[in-house]
């Protein structure tokens, strides 16, 4: 019998991965310049929806709702059951209640995007990779105040952990696309192996 080959420790895994979007508010779209806001926010709504298929869960988080504005209504659409986590810390890893969601989870994959780059989404990825968890950023769902501030912001979150997910800007950063390729490819090949498990070695 063919044992079922175990998967690279960094490749994305749907059993261990968890979403967290943070801060999609209009107030802070409008100093988000490094990417343009629509294709920002297509990228992160694309995120839940790929998250369902795959059974992730997602953690939905925002800051200062009395004048930032509430989470964009094309995200909340994909989560309505969901209430967003009304944060008073930028370092979300800091403020308990979006903390221990993840932490609930029991998943220790955490992907993360939002804005800004350089601030609520590099903070909690660092603080979270302090604690051992594998972090990646989906950058393309992200934006910073301008494009130096989301460059040098994503070069930072490259300390969080040398992954392997295909991007050229950062080891451990990611996209929505390769995001949903890793997770298909890690259930093809966990399909595959479970396939060829109780086969007999070919003579």
């Not at 993840?102 to 800004?116: C, E, K, P």
């Not at 992200?142 to 800007?169: F, I, M, Y």
């Amino acid at each position: 019998m063919t044992d079922p080959v175990p998967s690279p420790p960094t490749l994305l895994e749907p059993d261990r991965s968890v979403v967290a979007l943070i801060d999609h508010q209009p107030q802070m779209f409008l100093g988000a310049t490094s990417h343009e806001a629509a294709a920002v926010l297509n990228n992160a709504v694309a995120l839940p929806t790929i998250a369902k298929l795959f059974n992730v869960p997602v953690i939905l988080t925002s800051i200062g709702t009395y004048s930032s504005g509430e989470l964009d209504p094309a995200i909340r659409a994909e989560l309505p059951d969901q209430q967003p986590i009304e944060r008073s810390w930028i370092t979300g890893w800091e403020d308990p209640a979006f903390r221990d969601a993840i932490v609930d989870t029991g998943r220790d994959q955490l992907i993360l995007a939002g804005l800004w780059t350089e601030a609520c989404v590099s903070f909690p990825a660092l603080s979270a990779r302090e604690e051992g968890r594998d972090v990646f950023v989906a950058l393309d769902a992200s934006a910073g105040a301008t494009p130096d501030s989301h460059a040098l912001a994503a070069q930072r979150s490259a300390w969080c952990k040398p992954v392997s997910c295909r991007c050229r800007r950062s080891r451990c950063s990611t996209s929505s696309s390769a995001t949903s390729h890793a997770w298909r490819r890690m259930r093809a090949s966990t399909r595959s192996s479970r396939s060829t498990a109780g086969r007999s070695p070919t003579p």
